[in-house]
C-alpha cells in the first residue's frame, strides 16, 4: 500500500496550490481520505475529510478556502488550496482509512506560505 501526496511548494500569501493524494489500494472508493497537517513545533492536526459516500468536513481554520474531493477512477483524493495564509505553511499528509481492514499514511508534502 503506498499513498503519493504530490503538489506542495513554495507560494506568497493569497495564493493557490492543489495537493493531490494517489493511492495504491485497492477498493480505494470505500475508504475515507483525509488530509491532515503538520507544522513545524506543533501537533498534526485535521485539514479536510472525505468519506467514501462523498460527505466533507473541514477544520474551522481552513473553511472557505480549502476544498477536497476525490476521484476513484484515479485512486486520487484533491486538496484544493486557496487564499492561502503563512499559517498554513506545514507538511500535509493523506490518510486513507477502512476500518478495521487497515489505516494508511502517505509521506507528506511540504506547503510554504511566505508573507
Known amino acids: 500500500v503506498q499513498l503519493q501526496a504530490s503538489g506542495g511548494g513554495l507560494v506568497q500569501a493569497g495564493g493557490s496550490l492543489r495537493l493531490s493524494c494517489r493511492a495504491s489500494?485497492?477498493?480505494?472508493?470505500?475508504?475515507?481520505m483525509t488530509w491532515y497537517r503538520q507544522a513545524p513545533g506543533k501537533q498534526r492536526e485535521l485539514v479536510a475529510g472525505i468519506t467514501s459516500g462523498g460527505r466533507t468536513d473541514y477544520a474551522d481554520s481552513v473553511k472557505g478556502r480549502f476544498t477536497i474531493s476525490r476521484d476513484n477512477a484515479k485512486n486520487t483524493v484533491y486538496l484544493q488550496m486557496n487564499d492561502l495564509k503563512p499559517e498554513d505553511t506545514a507538511v500535509y499528509y493523506c490518510?486513507?482509512?477502512?476500518?478495521?481492514?487497515?489505516?494508511?499514511w502517505g509521506q507528506g508534502t511540504l506547503v510554504t506560505v511566505s508573507s
Open positions: 490518510n486513507a482509512d477502512r476500518r478495521p481492514f487497515g489505516v494508511f
Open positions: 489500494i485497492s477498493m480505494f472508493s470505500l475508504h475515507d
